[in-house]
């Protein structure tokens, strides 16, 4: 057995798609839930980077992640759904820049 590189982001990935698998719901409501999850607990931009990139692969628009907000703030509360968009406006960020770069080194080959 060889060591990953990457064990950890190996081990999220495994995790991930086992959660996916035992899950009743459809790809596109695993990915609401999911951003609702993070929303809850707070997470850091990156994560919402990550499932953010899950959501388009799957279908879901930005309106479909307003309206999470939207259904989890009375429960929430606003501060938390004030910081998830922040953090959200940043992954968004980040990922423009690094399509941004991967074009520049597209252009560049």
Do not use: C, F, H, K
Not at 99 to 109: G, R
Request: charged share 15%.
């Amino acid at each position: 057995m060889t060591a990953s590189d990457t064990p950890v982001l190996d081990l999220l990935a495994t995790m991930t798609a086992e959660s996916v698998q035992a899950s009743s719901l459809d790809v596109q409501s695993i990915a609401l839930v999911r951003l609702a999850a993070l929303v809850a607990s707070d997470a850091p931009a990156v994560s919402y980077a990550l499932n953010l990139a899950i959501a388009d692969e799957v279908g879901l628009d930005a309106e479909a992640v307003r309206g999470v907000l939207a259904a989890i703030a009375p429960i929430v509360g606003t501060s938390r759904v004030a910081a998830a968009t922040s953090r959200i406006v940043l992954a968004i960020g980040v990922g423009i820049e690094q399509a941004s770069a991967q074009m520049a080194d597209d252009e560049l080959s």
